[in-house]
C-alpha cells in the first residue's frame, strides 16, 4: 500500500494539496495520513498579576488546549470531508488516517516523516503571497531534506492532471537517476517528460555532447515520444521558462534541490523578488 504524507495548515490552498493527493492515490491502493503541527509554545507575561501565582501558566495551558483542540476539530472535519468524497464518488483502497504534533512546522514534518517513512510527500505552497505557514521556507526546507518525492501544490482553482512534466537538466548522472524516478513514480499516469537546459554563460556545443549521453540513457522512451530535450540559450530565465510551459503545456515542474540545479538558482535569486510559485503549478522535488 503507497503511503501519501499530507502535511496541512488549514489555509486557502488545503482542498487543491488535498485534491491533488488523491489523484495520485486513485491509482493504486493508498493510505493518506493527514498531518497538522500546532504551534505550542504560547507565552504571556503580565506583571498586573500578584506575585507567587502562576497565572501565567493556567494561561498558557488553557490556550494551548484550546489550539490543540481547535486543531483537532479541523483536522477530524479534513478527515470527514475525504472519506465522504471517497465514499460518493466510489474510490476503493483508500484509507484516511490523521496525526496533531506540536512544534516547528518544518522540523515536526521531517520528524515525522522520518518515522511514518511515506512514499511520498505532497505539501502546500502559496503562490498569493500569504504567508501561512507552508509558503516558502517551510516547503523549500522539507524539499530540502527529505530524500523522498516531494509534491508542493499551489491554490488552484481546477485540478490540473498529472501529465506534461517538465524537468529541469544539467545533464549530469544524477539526471539520469531522477528521471527514472519520475518514470518509475508516475507510472501510473500517461506522462511525458520535457526535459529543458537553459544555457545559463554556455554555449551550445558546450553542452550538446553532455545531453547526448543522457538521451543515450532514454533512447527508447525519446523513440515513444514520452521524453524530449530541449536546449535554450539564455535570454531571461524566468521568462524562458513561462514561454517553455506555454509551448508545452506543462502542468507539473520537477526538479532536483541541489546547489546545481537551475531551481537552485531561481530560489536563490529570485523567490525574494518573484514567488517562484508564479508559474501556478505543482511543483515535484525528486532526490537521487
Known amino acids: 500500500m503507497k503511503k501519501i504524507l499530507i502535511p496541512v495548515d488549514f489555509s486557502d490552498n488545503t482542498d487543491s494539496v488535498c485534491q491533488y493527493a488523491l489523484q495520485i492515490a486513485r491509482k493504486s491502493p493508498s493510505e493518506i495520513m493527514l498531518f497538522h503541527a500546532f504551534f505550542d509554545q504560547v507565552i504571556i507575561t503580565d506583571g498586573g498579576f500578584p506575585t507567587g501565582i502562576d497565572t501565567e501558566s493556567m494561561i498558557n495551558e488553557q490556550l494551548l488546549q484550546d489550539i490543540k483542540s481547535r486543531a483537532k476539530a479541523d483536522i477530524l472535519e479534513l478527515q470527514k470531508n475525504i472519506l465522504d468524497q471517497v465514499k460518493d464518488e466510489g474510490i476503493k483502497n483508500i484509507k484516511i488516517i490523521y496525526t496533531l504534533e506540536g512544534g516547528e512546522p518544518e522540523n515536526e514534518i521531517i520528524g515525522f516523516a522520518k518515522t511514518y517513512q511515506p512514499d511520498m510527500i505532497v505539501m502546500g505552497a502559496s503562490g498569493s503571497g500569504k504567508k501561512d505557514f507552508l509558503q516558502g521556507s517551510v516547503s ?24 506534461e512534466i517538465m524537468y529541469t537538466t544539467e545533464f549530469i548522472n544524477d539526471d539520469v537517476a531522477a528521471l527514472k524516478k519520475i518514470f518509475e513514480l508516475l507510472k501510473p499516469f500517461d506522462i511525458r517528460i520535457y526535459c529543458l537546459h537553459i544555457l545559463i554563460g554556455k554555449k551550445i556545443d558546450e553542452v550538446e555532447s553532455l545531453m547526448k549521453k543522457v538521451m543515450d540513457q532514454f533512447a527508447n522512451e525519446e523513440r515513444n515520444g514520452v521524453i524530449q530535450f530541449t536546449l535554450k540559450e539564455e535570454t531571461d530565465i524566468q521568462e524562458d521558462i513561462n514561454n517553455f510551459i506555454k509551448a508545452n503545456n506543462i502542468n507539473l515542474i520537477s526538479f532536483i534541490p541541489h546547489k546545481r540545479s537551475l531551481f537552485h538558482i531561481l530560489f536563490k535569486h529570485t523567490i525574494t523578488k518573484k514567488d517562484l510559485l508564479q508559474f501556478n503549478m505543482p511543483l515535484l522535488a525528486i532526490h537521487v
Not at 153 to 161: A, T
Open 140 to 163: 523549500k526546507k522539507v524539499m530540502n531534506n527529505m530524500k523522498i518525492p516531494v509534491f508542493a501544490v499551489p491554490k488552484l482553482e481546477q485540478i490540473p492532471p498529472v501529465k
